[in-house]
């Protein structure tokens, strides 16, 4: 028998583990909206490397309670804050056309994930392409919190998601970069319309303007600190919120567990909706939604709500960096970046393909993919970035209706496909 390697805090500290997490989630966000070379890594890249180097360095334990607490209480307890403001109505009515090539991009995500299972699977294994599939569907129509939910539903390794989030998080880098640089593209500029690059055009040519612009673009040190700026919370708006979402989750997690149960069959179609009914990360995401639906100005009031949200799924990828074997990381990265540059692929082609047959112009187009494959932050960011402000808005909604719609996109397909 091999023995186990003490560390400097061992697994049963409990709280000092926890602390410590806590902590690297903390000065992670705090140095991706200080520094440009943070921001570039993003702040949840920043946590996972942290845990992993000191786990590696045996400073803290590779498996302890303090993270299996994180997993089982703070995830799920993420979903509803993030999801307190995807009022569907809202989103129909004020995201505009937005909206329609959002959900055509969103396609290209599924028809990428089910490509590249068929490609890779023998390669990577049955089981974790299914997994792999999973986590890249839900992460590429939605958000980190997607990929976070889809990991434990389909009960992916923690290796196996370590892996996938550094290629996930490398490829996005890569693929934020080809966006930026498409409507600067002579050739998509005469093949696409461009109404705000115009607009944007017409402004630079005004010198009174563009020094209001560089003012704005100085007084703020990140994408991600111009993001997350301050706004005012109260104890009530925190009461609620903690109240809100803890019951959520416990309703969502007795009823998954009564549907798991009492659904018997072997058949596809009861496995498919056992997988969906019993499924406690669906049943969070669709109890919330419907919530925020139809009581938007309780739900949609309460502050801080996406701040709260955001920090625990920090805390996460945390506990996900811990027990990181860096050589399986290096060994199934690559393959794993390759299934996930498949999807994004698809997303890309599908985006501009449709985004002309419907007429939709670059910005539309580069705003919804962003908001596909990086979520609502990075897509207001990358509006916010390009000055197309009239699209933060509406990238910010469409972003918050991946929360909902990618878990449903990674259940189906990993229930689905044999």
């Known amino acids: 028998m091999v023995p186990i390697m003490s560390t400097l805090i061992s697994a049963d500290n409990t709280w000092m583990l926890f602390s410590i997490l806590v902590v690297i989630a903390a000065v992670c966000i705090r140095l991706e909206q200080r520094f440009a070379w943070a921001a570039k890594m993003s702040a949840c890249v920043l946590c996972l490397v942290f845990a992993m180097v000191l786990a590696n360095l045996h400073v803290i334990p590779t498996e302890a309670a303090a993270y299996d607490f994180i997993w ?8 509803p804050f993030l ?53 890249f569907v839900g992460t ?51 093949r696409y319309r461009h109404p705000i690059i115009d607009r944007r055009r017409k402004i630079e040519s005004s010198p009174e303007e563009m020094a209001e612009v560089k003012k704005h673009h100085q007084s703020h040190k990140s994408r991600a600190a111009e993001y997350w700026k301050a706004r005012p919370v109260s104890l009530s708006d925190l009461a609620t919120g903690f109240a809100a979402a803890c019951m959520i989750v416990a309703v969502s997690k007795m009823l998954a567990g009564f549907f798991d149960t009492s659904i018997a069959g072997d058949g596809f179609l009861l496995s498919l909706l056992r997988g969906l009914l019993g499924n406690q990360y669906l049943l969070i995401t669709t109890i919330t939604t419907a919530l925020a639906t139809f009581f938007p100005q309780f739900f949609g009031s309460i502050s801080g709500a996406q701040e709260i949200g955001t920090f625990l799924i920090h805390i996460f990828f945390a506990v996900i960096g811990a027990p990181a074997s860096v050589e399986l990381i290096i060994r199934e990265a690559p393959l794993l970046l390759l299934f996930a540059a498949i999807i994004v692929l698809m997303n890309l082609v599908f985006s501009l393909v449709f985004g002309k047959v419907f007429g939709y112009s670059i910005e539309e187009i580069t705003v919804a993919s962003n908001a596909n494959i990086g979520g609502p932050t990075t897509a207001a960011a990358f509006a916010i970035a390009k000055g197309w402000h009239t699209l933060i808005f509406p990238a910010i909604l469409v972003g ?18 044999k």
């Not at 004020?94 to 490609?119: D, H, K, Q």
């Open 72 to 79: 089982s209480y703070l995830v799920p307890l993420a979903i």
């Open 83 to 135: 999801l307190f403001q995807a009022d569907f109505r809202k989103i129909w009515r004020e995201s505009g056309r937005m909206f329609g090539i959002y959900l055509l991009s969103s396609l290209g995500t599924a028809a990428g994930g089910i490509l590249a299972y068929v490609l890779l699977k023998n390669v990577l294994g049955p089981a974790p392409s299914k997994q792999a599939l999973a986590m």
């Open 140 to 190: 590429y129509v939605g958000g980190s919190v997607n990929l976070v939910a889809m990991a434990d539903a389909a009960k992916a390794g923690k290796n196996l998601v370590s892996a996938a989030i550094v290629a996930d998080n490398l490829l996005m880098v890569l693929y934020f970069f080809l966006l930026s640089a498409l409507p600067a593209s002579g050739w998509i500029l005469a």
């Open 400 to 417: 918050t209706l991946g929360y909902v719609i990618g878990n449903y996109y990674g259940i189906f397909l990993f229930t689905s496909l």
